[in-house]
């Protein structure tokens, strides 16, 4: 029999031995898998048990994950402690796979993984599967490699978005602001001609009430002028529309203040989240959610994996409902229902799907936050503030 089919045959028959260690495993795999199946924090937790020495003006986690990718083809102890970490992570997704018979099996899962956007415990579950399906892990890793790079695109650009809304909200801010003083000065030159006025007019009522002489008859007060009248009171209309005018400024101005804080929390939230060189970032990650579950509705597709990989890096589970755009409202309940919180972009999700969230997290008494873009930034923003303060809803917040 020729090698081709020798290698078919491996394909689709189950291996009767125990699953591939780590470094049974193609080295050439290694970085994919420790960088999509272990968060950053597990890597440094591995690093101070094994007491690892790192230089103090590199980056830290590249230095870490280097080392642990140099050390997973070895039959060592740092190998061994990775592969039973990777073991303890994805012991649901092994334990799915383990009853699958062909390589056509594993493809099926691997494609309802990449579906759902829960890749990395399927991914490292067939990759140690005892079944051979060399192709199939070829074609996970080409999708995985790829996948980093949008990843890596969509964090820049978020960023690159912020820093011209911010831009943006300074340029609006000085200019409503030089409104507001143009219109108050208009607004007491106003005040001072409606003053002046009311003066000629008192000094003229006077000088008509005057009389010539006790002797004399006193003379009626002659009327006023009716062009001085009618000025007099263009001017009190124009001083109201003023004063209309100077409010609704007022008004844009505190909404675009409070607009700007929002996307400076956002940001501030975004670097804390992407840049971990902090004292903090040493020995815990920014969040801790314990296990907690979240339901994201709406949103777009493109930042869904990596808002998935933020939450699992912070200890909690992210599903995800694209709010009726291929998947039925009809399913939102079952999602709600295996959820502890619910949070929603407000500008990518139908109005339908945001009454249906409110309405099933105040019947299931559960919170959510509505977030004020489907950005990254803004997910880490909003989930900060529901981890500081109760989440905003209508049920109390020991729910949360």
Known sequence: MCIACDEKKLETVLATGRRRRLWEINSGWHCSILGTCLTLSDLRALGRKLSLQVR????KDYQYHGFFVQEACKHERPAKLLNKLLDKRHAAAIRKAKDTKSVEELEELWQDAVEAGNIPGI???????????????????????MLSHLVGASNRADIRRLSALE???????????????????RLDEKNQEIDCLRAKLQAQSHLIEKNDGDTEPRQAPSPVPRDLT???????????????????????????????DAMRHENKSLECALLRENAASETSSSFDLDGRCLLYVGGRQQTVHH????VEEWNGQLLHHDGGIERSLAGLAREVSKA??????????????????K??????????????SSGIASFIAGLRSGLEAPMQSTVPPATW
């Open 307 to 310: 808002l998935r990989a933020l």
């Open 340 to 357: 502890d919180a619910v949070v929603f972009p407000t500008d990518c999700v139908s109005h339908s799907a945001a009454l249906k969230v």
């Open 230 to 260: 009618d000025e007099l009171s263009e001017l009190e209309a124009t001083v109201t529309r003023y004063r209309t005018v100077i409010q609704k400024q007022n008004e844009e101005i505190e909404r675009l203040s409070e607009q700007g």
């Open 123 to 145: 991914y490292w579950a067939i990759l140690s599967h005892p079944l051979e399906a060399r192709a199939l892990c070829d074609r996970m890793f080409a999708e995985v490699h």
């Open 56 to 59: 103090a003006n590199h980056p």
């Open 359 to 372: 309405r099933l997290c105040c019947q299931t008494m559960k919170p959510f936050v509505p977030l004020r």
């Open 167 to 185: 831009e943006q909200v300074a340029a609006l801010e000085e200019k409503l602001a030089k409104q507001h003083r143009r219109h108050h000065q």
